[in-house]
Antibody, heavy 120, light 109 residues
């Protein structure tokens, strides 16, 4: 069955960096695109980044572009989110989500999420 | 910047019907935005309910349905149950590689 397991959440100081991981299993990893979606405490969901199944094309929300980088390691079936220049506004639970195949544009499967806290 | 709108809150009586909507501050929502809907209870992972405007995700009860109503996407729950009390989020695919969530609707049953 499809599994997405996030890790790497931590408490980090403002201005610091952190890398999140999303380990995928149960499907052909290289055939799918992946998202990162976040949710600040008590707030709604926010789309953050998308990596297309080619592993090359990437898109970001305005709030993280230039600071965050999405990538993947096909040998580890893992998607990453490298987060730099973190601020308090980046405090959130970060979810990894898988995009389905074909001309359809939604979040098919979700991981359980990982908490990132930016605080001094 | 694209802003997706949802009602902040809604209330429905058990057994009743409710329609939640998903709009744009500028323009109309159509099937070309591939609207999708997600249910989330506090502290839990979002659950995919509806995608491609109308299609129910696997295992989703048929009391949930998606549509386009006027210039908005809509999620209708008919025969609401206590377990449907959750937050509901819509998402629109607004440009190549870009998705935008609505602010969510807190549904009370």
């Amino acid at each position: 069955q499809v599994q997405l397991v996030e890790s790497g959440g931590d408490v980090v100081q403002p201005g610091g960096s952190l890398r999140l991981s999303c380990a995928a299993s149960g499907f052909a990893f290289t055939s799918y695109g992946f998202h990162w979606v976040r949710q600040a405490p008590g707030k709604g969901l926010e789309w953050v980044a998308f990596l297309r199944q080619d592993g090359i094309n990437k898109w970001y929300s305005d709030s993280v572009r230039g600071r965050f980088t999405i990538s993947r390691d096909t040998s580890q079936n893992t998607v990453y989110l490298q987060m730099n220049s973190l601020g308090a506004e980046d405090t959130a639970v970060y979810f990894c989500a898988k995009r389905p195949l074909g001309s359809t544009y939604y979040f098919e499967y979700w991981g359980q999420g990982v908490l990132v806290t930016v605080s001094s | 910047q694209t802003v997706v709108t949802q009602e902040p809150s809604f209330s429905v009586s058990p057994g009743g019907a409710v329609t939640l909507t998903c709009g744009l501050t500028s323009g109309s929502v159509s099937t070309s935005f591939y609207p999708s809907w997600y249910q989330q209870t506090p502290g839990q992972t979002p659950r995919t309910l509806i995608y491609n405007t109308y299609t129910r995700s696997s295992g989703v009860p048929d009391r949930f349905s998606g549509s386009i109503l006027g210039n908005k996407a809509a999620l209708t729950i008919t025969g609401a149950q206590a377990e449907d009390e959750s937050d509901y989020y819509c998402v629109l695919y607004v440009d190549t590689g870009v998705w935008v969530f609505g602010g969510g609707t807190k549904l009370t049953v």
